[in-house]
């Protein structure tokens, strides 16, 4: 039991409030490393997710992930999503050992949370062209750099809830 306790305070440590990400950030610049973002739902995570976070941290030193809150999702998604609450999906994502921090976001989109962390590389799947990814032209506008990543086929949240739904 005491165990179980460490581990959740250790997932939980990955988790940064907003208000702190800048000066997290600042602290990962000074020190050389560099920093890829994404962002996304990550609600029902299954070997798609793995693949592209894990992709994504290979880019850089540090993975921040931009997670969608609850209420963000459903605006989006409809009033049944997200299936697991927005505490459970940072815990499933703090338990990966390539996602190195997790900050909420409550916008429609991450631009604003883009803006505060400035990564070097932003990442998306490669289902969106450029022109699509949110903060791309601004990532670009200081030189950072805009990765799109290959998704494994088949593999989506919402296939496997369409199945489940049979």
Partial sequence: MAGDREKMKKYKSKLVARKDITAL???LRRRRKKIVFTNGVFDIIHMGHIGYLSKARE???VLI???NTDASVRKFKGKNRP???QADRAG????LEFVDHIVYFSEETPDKLIRLVCPHILVKGADYKISEIVGAEFVK???GKVKRIRLLPGR???GIIRLLSK
Avoid: E, F
């Fill in 25 to 27: 950030t600042d602290q």
């Fill in 59 to 61: 880019l850089g030193d």
């Fill in 65 to 67: 992930i931009g997670l």
């Fill in 83 to 85: 299936i697991n609450k």
């Fill in 92 to 95: 499933v994502l703090s338990a």
């Fill in 141 to 143: 506008s200081y030189g």
């Fill in 156 to 158: 989506s949240t919402s």
